[in-house]
Each structure stands twice: as structure tokens, then as C-alpha cells.
């Protein structure tokens, strides 16, 4: 495992990511991508750390198999994403129409 020191490398080719990162609104899609584009300048301590991120565990939920944990960060003001880190990779895997769906309520 990399260390906690390097920087965030992104992988954004999940399909499911991708169609809602495209079919967001201008202003929503604008500030989804102003936050992709800071956690690439981040180490992982500073995105775990972020208080703008709010990186966190997602224990409602069970991981896809082989995947250890998903987390959830904020992606603009109103909506969350869904990730998980592999190796030196955070790799994308939803974003949510809104707060709670991003941790399987509702």
C-alpha cells in the first residue's frame, strides 16, 4: 500500500460514476469537477483530513466483493460521492442524488 504521504492519483472510469458526473447541472457539474480537481493535489492525509471533504466510512451499506470499504466525500455543496481507495488510486463510484441516498437510505 502507498503511502499515506503520496499524492491522490483519481479514477474516474466507473460507468455509473461517469453518468451521473455528466448529467449533473452546469453549476453542480462545474463544482464536482473543482473538488476532482483538489483531492489530485492532495496527499491521502489531507483528504482524510479535509474538513471540506468529509471523508467517512460508510457502514450502512455492505463493499462491492474485493473491495475493502466505501466511503462517501463531498462533491459540491448538496451532493455526495461515493469512492474507495485502491492502492494509490481513489476510485470514483457514485454520486448520489441527494445526502441520505448516499448511505443507502431512504
Known sequence: ???????????????VFQ???????????????????????????????????????????KPPKGIDAVYSLRISRSRRATAHRDGAFIRMLTIAPDHDATYGKK
Do not use: C, F
Not at 1 to 13: F, G, I, R, Y
Not at 43 to 61: A, F, M, V
Open 1 to 15: 500500500m502507498p503511502s499515506d504521504d503520496a499524492t491522490v492519483k483519481l479514477d474516474l472510469n466507473n460507468p
Open 19 to 61: 453518468e451521473h458526473l455528466l448529467t449533473l447541472q452546469k453549476i453542480e457539474r462545474n463544482a464536482a469537477l473543482d473538488t476532482l480537481n483538489k483531492i489530485r493535489q492532495l496527499t491521502w492525509n489531507q483528504l482524510y483530513r479535509d474538513p471540506g471533504l468529509k471523508w467517512e466510512k460508510i457502514t450502512s451499506i
